[in-house]
T-cell receptor, first 115, second 112 residues
Framework: DGGITQSPKYLFRKEGQNVTLSCEQN?????MYWYRQDPGQGLRLIYY???????QKGDIAEGYSVSREKKESFPLTVTSAQKNPTAFYLC??????????????FGQGTRLTVV | KQEVTQIPAALSVPEGENLVLNCSFT??????LQWFRQDPGKGLTSLLL?????REQTSGRLNASLDKSSGRSTLYIAASQPGDSATYLC???????????FGPGTSLSVIP
């Protein structure tokens, strides 16, 4: 089955630690995205990548880092510089370049909690 | 900067009612608009995609319209069912920055 897989589903982080969220897709999509969702605030874009070895900051990139070494994978690292990392993180992918038929597909999300 | 808003933030209706969810966006330079459904603690499921040149799309009991010039989209749900209870989000694909911007969502509760 084609789709996007995020892991783990739940993740707990101690303050001061870096953690990495995994996102893998087998849809052969060039574009991948990371969003953060907080209660009542919808989705906010963290980083996005239109092609391998290239990525751009979204609206709330501070405290996060990404890599895009493979087309299928777009891991997100939440660093200790992110002061309020507790949230639900969603990964998405789509064809690129984007156009009228571009449909975004989402993973099931990772819930990160700082303990 | 593109801003997407959704009204109402929450909606509770009795089963069987027809209902309309609203989405507004500030910049009409979009290539499409998508409506998604999100169940609690889950990812997003795409419901309908409207290309910027289209006026509406239909899928079963769902009908989405797009008026790009006025920056508005509506999602019409006919004969609502308890299984429709979820959060509905709209998202616009931005032409200028090649990214997708989401609204905050409308939380729908359909009462049996």
């Amino acid at each position: 089955d084609g789709g996007i897989t995020q892991s783990p589903k739940y993740l707990f982080r101690k303050e001061g630690q870096n953690v990495t969220l995994s996102c893998e897709q087998n849809l052969n999509h060039d574009a991948m995205y990371w969003y953060r969702q907080d209660p009542g605030q919808g989705l906010r874009l963290i980083y996005y990548s239109q092609i391998v070895n290239d990525f751009q900051k979204g609206d709330i990139a501070e405290g996060y880092s990404v890599s895009r070494e493979k087309k299928e994978s777009f891991p997100l690292t939440v660093t200790s510089a992110q002061k309020n990392p507790t949230a639900f993180y969603l990964c998405a992918s789509s064809i690129a370049p984007t156009g009228p038929n571009t449909e975004a597909f989402f993973g099931q999300g990772t819930r990160l909690t700082v303990v | 900067k593109q801003e997407v808003t959704q009204i109402p933030a929450a909606l509770s209706v009795p089963e069987g009612e027809n209902l309309v969810l609203n989405c507004s966006f500030t910049d009409s330079a979009i290539y499409n608009l998508q409506w998604f459904r999100q169940d609690p603690g889950k990812g997003l499921t795409s419901l309908l995609l409207i290309q910027s040149s289209q006026r509406e799309q239909t899928s079963g009991r769902l009908n989405a319209s797009l008026d790009k010039s006025s920056g508005r989209s509506t999602l019409y749900i006919a004969a609502s069912q308890p299984g429709d209870s979820a959060t509905y989000l709209c998202a616009v694909g931005e032409t200028s920055y090649d990214k997708v911007i989401f609204g905050p969502g409308t939380s729908l509760s359909v009462i049996p």
